[in-house]
Nanobody, 126 residues
């Protein structure tokens, strides 16, 4: 069982930056693939970024590539999402998620993940 708690969301003007954190409980954090997803009002939850259990592999949605960076600190049981050059279309609730299954081809899909945080709101104004 893993519990995930996101933090770091807030309001920012377009072009600004935010850093999201996701703290995980449990001793086996390093065993999980970690992902970030987001959901805007009236839209489906969509993939943002994922990182492999050791941190050497990353994957990004095309819409955030070059602007967002996912990282993890297994000693602190925490995964991060650094978001730069934010745009109004990045406005959403951001969720972190953990997956035991290490099938890398599936890390962009919601059903791949076993545990989810409660989400943190990110609002980008124009």
């Amino acid at each position: 069982q893993v519990q995930l708690v996101e933090s770091g969301g807030g309001w920012v003007q377009a072009g600004g930056s935010l850093r999201l954190s996701c703290a995980a409980s449990g001793r086996t954090f390093s065993s999980y693939v970690m992902g970030w997803f987001r959901q805007a009002p009236g839209k489906e939850r969509e993939f943002v970024a994922a990182i492999s259990w050791g941190g050497t592999g990353t994957k990004y949605a095309d819409s955030v590539k070059g602007r967002f960076t996912i990282s993890r600190d297994n000693a602190k049981n925490t995964v991060y999402l650094q978001m730069n050059s934010l745009k109004p279309e990045d406005t959403a609730v951001y969720y972190c998620a953990a997956a035991l299954d290490r099938e890398w081809a599936a890390v962009t899909t919601v059903p791949h993940y076993d545990y989810w945080g409660q989400g943190t709101q990110v609002t980008v104004s124009s």
